[in-house]
């Protein structure tokens, strides 16, 4: 293992031209070192063409640089030389078995650094220094090692392909060209690569471009994710305290009732308990009156009978008899029975609860097709009495168009003076879609309430805090909010759909594409906002003959 981070010590500091450790090392500008005296004679070389030239990365230098010695890699070196690294060149600078191997070497062979696609062999360091010193080899083509070199040469005629059939797509020598591909549409595989190069590049761009919608989108998504995500948390949250504020005050209001039959309980047990006392004592009473009127029944004194008889006969009418009040045995059967119904009635209100909220959540996703936003559908008429008198309404008012003239409408308080915009006459609430078909330079599409202003510099759609639009152009979309415009891409069309869920706080704007059979959809913006009254659909155009129509969906 030591002997393996020697080897690779040296070729470090070797020179890529003459292989040995470097002698008066200068670095280029592109950051690779040689020998002074290598690359002054390279140099020389390419004097004639002014330009001037890396060995090892091409780059290209104009005019001729100055190098001067880099005395702390000349140090490096000279400490090298006393550690005795004269060895020969390391392993690994010999081909392997996935290496592309120098065609010139003989007996082992080394690695190679360059392909000519000239000579169509690879070189390595050693052997490639003709291409740099020899002039006709100069002109010759370096690429990468390549193992595939022999792919170059046309099978029939055991010749270079150099040109290329746009006919048959296919590389071709120059005697296929006068042979089996004789008038043929050919031209030099440069050429064709020049022209696919181009192709590469448009791809690129575009493929760069869809990578930075998809990325846009992605964000989108896991904004979505954490907005649901958090939406869910909160309401779960929300949940659970409500259901405990719930159970708390079932628990409270049982402990009432608990209370308050006990406490009845207690004053109608302590009630019958005193007249049951006071029963008790007059039962008393009467029985001693009774043994006192069968002794006296015995006695057989006459007289004495006489005398005692009228004090012990007569009875006073009984005072606590007539003032029992028995009640059925049911005593408190009519708490049960009303304890009973505010169950049932707050089963019933549970359960449609429940309803709402079961509709709630599997609402609450949006549609993914157009087919499934019809379910939405909304008809939007504009309301002329909002209109700018610039605006133009017709086809049923559902399509304003600015005028140059000013239309004779009368006087009302609902009118827009400053901008040439329109709100719908119909208030939106729940879930709506609705597209919307333009035509012109500018138009946004918007939505607002009720009451935002009608005059002023603030009263356009999206200039307040009362209402947001998507502004469309030829070239872009941007949406506009509270005076804030933010950017947003996607595939540019004259219809937008705009889809509304005002309960759950969503608005979002749809590019509509109506050039194939099956509709496209693309979504370049959505809001996630809390609406705290009705919405109207808005229009505002800029320019003289700009129209925009609430379309009729079928």
């Not at 690569?193 to 493929?207: D, K």
């Not at 990325?215 to 405990?244: H, I, M, P, R």
């Not at 002023?456 to 999206?462: I, N, Q, R, Y």
Request: aromatic share 6%.
């Amino acid at each position: 293992m030591a002997q393996k981070g020697v080897q690779l010590d040296r070729e470090t500091f070797s020179c890529p031209i003459c292989l040995d450790l470097l002698k008066d090392p200068v670095t280029t500008s592109c950051g690779h070192s040689y020998c002074m005296k290598c690359i002054k004679q390279h140099w020389d070389g390419e004097d004639e063409k002014k330009i001037h030239s890396c060995p090892q990365c091409r780059q290209r230098f104009t005019p001729r640089p100055v190098l001067l010695k880099n005395t702390m890699l000349a140090d490096l070196v000279e400490e090298l030389k006393k550690t005795g690294l004269q060895a020969a060149p390391a392993d690994h600078c010999y081909a392997g078995a996935e290496d592309v191997a120098c065609d010139v070497c003989t007996g082992r062979k080394r690695r190679a650094c360059k392909s000519c696609l000239v000579c169509l062999a690879s070189y390595c360091d050693k052997h490639l220094q003709g291409h740099y010193d020899v002039a006709p080899f100069k002109k010759h083509k370096l690429v990468k090692p390549s193992k595939k070199l022999q792919e170059n040469i046309c099978s029939r005629h055991d010749e270079v392909m150099k040109m290329f059939c746009r006919t048959d797509q296919q590389c071709i020598c120059y005697l296929c060209s006068v042979d089996e591909h004789k008038g043929h549409n050919t031209v030099s595989a440069a050429a064709e690569r020049t022209e696919r190069q181009r192709e590469l590049e448009g791809s690129r761009l575009n493929i760069q471009q869809r990578i930075q919608d998809r990325e846009k989108e992605v964000k989108l998504l896991q904004q979505e994710v954490e907005a649901v995500n958090g939406s869910a948390d909160k309401a779960v949250e929300d949940s659970e305290k409500t259901f405990t504020e719930l159970i708390r005050l079932m628990e409270k209001r049982s402990s009432d009732v608990k209370q308050q039959l006990r406490s009845q309980q207690k004053r109608e047990v302590s009630r019958v308990k005193e007249l049951q006392e006071k029963l008790e004592q007059e039962m008393a009473e009467l029985k001693r009156r009774d043994a006192e009127l069968k002794l006296l029944s015995h006695t057989e004194d006459h007289n004495q009978f006489l005398h005692s008889y009228p004090s012990l006969s007569a009875l006073s009418e009984p005072t606590h008899s007539s003032s029992i009040n028995i009640r059925p045995l049911s005593y408190f059967e009519d708490v049960t029975e009303a304890l009973s119904a505010v169950r049932d009635k707050l089963q019933d209100v549970l359960r449609e609860g429940w309803t709402n909220m079961v509709e709630v959540l599997l609402s609450a996703a949006e549609p993914t097709t157009r087919a499934g936003f019809f379910k939405y559908s909304q008809e939007i008429t504009l309301d002329p009495n909002t209109a700018h008198t610039r605006l133009l309404l017709s086809e049923g008012s559902r399509k304003a168009t600015v005028m140059e003239q000013q239309q004779s409408y009368s006087r009302h308080p609902d009118r827009f003076t400053d901008y040439d915009q329109v709100l719908s006459r119909e208030s939106l609430t729940g879930r709506c879609y609705w597209e919307v078909e333009w035509r012109g330079g500018e138009v946004d599409v918007a939505v607002a309430y009720k009451n935002i202003s009608r005059a002023g510099d603030e009263c356009g759609f999206g200039l307040n805090d009362k209402s947001w639009a998507l502004e469309c152009d030829k070239n872009s979309y941007s949406f506009l909010h509270n005076s804030i415009n933010t950017p947003v891409s996607g595939p540019l069309s004259t219809r937008v759909g705009v889809y509304l869920d005002h309960r759950a706080g969503v608005l979002s704007f749809y590019s509509v594409s109506m050039k194939k059979k099956k509709k496209n959809m693309t979504l370049p913006h959505r809001v996630q906002t809390t609406f705290t009254q009705p919405l109207h659909a808005g229009l505002y155009l800029y320019n003289d003959g700009d129209t925009a129509e609430f379309c009729k969906l079928k």
